[in-house]
C-alpha cells in the first residue's frame, strides 16, 4: 500500500527536477551551466542512489540542485530591483 503512494511521488519529485531545469534554460533565465546540475541530479538522487544503496549520491544531488539554483535566485533578486527603481509610469526592460 505504501509503494502505491511512494513511486507516483518519487517519480513526480524527480521529474519536477528535469522539468524546472529544462523550463530555467530554455527561459533563458539561467545559463545553461546552472540548468546543467539541476536537470543531472534527478536520476542521481533517485534511481542510482537508491539502487546502488548509497545515500551520499542522494547528498550529492541535492549539493547539484542548490549550485543549479543560486543563479535563478540571483536573477529573480535582480529583477525585484530593476523594478523598483523604475519610475511609476515607466516599464522595465524584460529580464534577460
Aim: aromatic share 10%; hydrophobic share 60%; proline share 8%.
Amino acid at each position: 500500500m505504501t509503494l502505491t503512494f511512494a513511486l507516483p511521488w518519487l517519480f513526480g519529485h524527480l521529474l519536477g527536477y528535469v522539468l524546472l531545469g529544462i523550463a530555467l534554460a530554455r527561459a533563458r533565465a539561467i545559463p545553461l551551466w546552472a540548468a546543467s546540475p539541476i536537470v543531472a541530479s534527478a536520476p542521481l538522487m533517485g534511481p542510482i542512489a537508491y539502487g546502488i544503496g548509497l545515500g551520499l549520491l542522494q547528498i550529492l544531488g541535492f549539493v547539484q540542485v542548490f549550485i543549479g539554483i543560486i543563479p535563478a535566485a540571483l536573477a529573480m533578486l535582480k529583477v525585484r530591483d530593476e523594478q523598483a527603481f523604475a519610475s511609476p509610469g515607466e516599464e522595465s526592460a524584460p529580464a534577460t
